[in-house]
T-cell receptor
Framework: DAKTTQPNSMESNEEEPVHLPCNHSTISGTDYIHWYRQLPSQGPEYVIHGLTSNVNNRMASLAIAEDRKSSTLILHRATLRDAAVYYCILRDSGYSTLTFGKGTMLLVSP | SQTIHQWPATLVQPVGSPLSLECTVEGTSNPNLYWYRQAAGRGLQLLFYSVGIGQISSEVPQNLSASRPQDRQFILSSKKLLLSDSGFYLC???????????FGSGTRLTVV
């Protein structure tokens, strides 16, 4: 799987938008961009995924650069419950496994 | 709806003792099943995955083994635990129709 680069940590205030960046300059044409998050002492939770177009769901939005070499996970209004480690992962299809990196630890202050 | 069950939630075992962790999935058939481990302060490491009954792929050579005796049951085992086997063990399932994995609630294993 192609590698992703994320900041080690980010901070946000409650009710403010959060933009979590991910660089994946070696992404291939068949790689999907996945985001998961892991709350303390829990298993990872699927957040969103996309291929080329921007995606929205009830949890977040995913903005994908036109050249697909970077993407941004957007939490529109951070809550204290959003404090977690966020993982950006490339996966080339439903047949391949998920490889987790170190992710970004998001800290949310009241 | 699909659910994944993993037990026990916590486990303390002496060095040299055997281990058996069970994971079951409900509400789906032919799932891909995965075992991950997260050591303290470390990332998630894929240990085993299975695409069908009796089919096991090992990602990392170690003191552990996995089995899939039934379509929706995945078992992680060890004959003799080491201190280095301590960690947070997570089972997950996925299928080819969508790209998301669903993780269980995990087992925190402490080997003493």
């Amino acid at each position: 799987d192609a590698k992703t680069t994320q900041p080690n940590s980010m901070e946000s205030n409650e009710e403010e938008p959060v933009h979590l960046p991910c660089n994946h300059s070696t992404i291939s044409g068949t790689d999907y961009i996945h985001w998961y998050r892991q709350l303390p002492s829990q298993g990872p939770e699927y957040v969103i995924h996309g291929l080329t177009s921007n995606v929205n769901n009830r949890m977040a939005s995913l903005a994908i650069a036109e050249d697909r070499k970077s993407s941004t996970l957007i939490l529109h209004r951070a809550t204290l419950r959003d404090a977690a480690v966020y993982y950006c992962i490339l996966r080339d299809s439903g047949y391949s496994t998920l490889t987790f990196g170190k992710g970004t630890m998001l800290l949310v202050s009241p | 709806s699909q659910t994944i069950h993993q037990w026990p939630a916590t486990l303390v075992q002496p060095v040299g003792s055997p281990l058996s962790l069970e994971c079951t999935v409900e509400g789906t058939s032919n799932p891909n099943l995965y075992w991950y481990r997260q050591a303290a302060g470390r990332g998630l490491q894929l240990l085993f995955y299975s695409v069908g009954i009796g089919q096991i792929s090992s990602e990392v050579p170690q003191n552990l083994s996995a089995s899939r005796p039934q379509d929706r049951q995945f078992i992680l085992s060890s004959k003799k635990l080491l201190l280095s086997d301590s960690g947070f063990y997570l089972c997950a399932w996925g299928n080819l129709r969508d790209h998301g994995y669903t993780f269980g609630s995990g087992t925190r294993l402490t080997v003493v």
